[in-house]
């Protein structure tokens, strides 16, 4: 079934897309998208190549950390 998928944090979309998901390999397959969309912002934002390899998945975590998500089925 097609599912958008978004997740909000302090009125700001982090992500918003939609997804074919059946099964467990493919809701995990969402969130593997919605994890490699967050890394990839977090790293852009990032200045020094020593703090982001020391922190990468923190940083992460951060960013999603107090998100809302919200899965609607299309």
Same mark, same amino acid.
């Not at 992500?15 to 990839?40: L, M, P």
């Not at 990468?56 to 951060?62: L, N």
């Given at each position: 079934?097609?599912?958008?998928?978004? @997740?909000? +944090?302090?009125?700001?979309?982090?992500?918003?897309?939609?997804? %074919?998901?059946? %099964? /467990?390999? /493919?809701?995990?397959?969402?969130?593997? %998208?919605?994890?490699? +969309?967050?890394?990839?912002?977090?790293?852009?934002?990032? /200045?020094?190549?020593?703090?982001?390899? %020391?922190?990468?998945?923190?940083?992460?975590?951060?960013?999603?950390?107090?998100?809302?998500?919200? @899965? /609607?089925?299309?």
């Amino acid at each position: 079934m097609k599912v958008k998928f978004e @997740l909000m +944090k302090a009125g700001k979309r982090l992500h918003q897309a939609t997804y %074919d998901i059946d %099964d /467990t390999e /493919t809701f995990g397959a969402a969130w593997k %998208d919605v994890w490699v +969309k967050a890394r990839e912002r977090w790293m852009s934002n990032s /200045t020094s190549i020593g703090a982001l390899m %020391d922190s990468m998945h923190e940083g992460v975590i951060e960013e999603l950390n107090g998100a809302e998500i919200k @899965l /609607t089925k299309l």
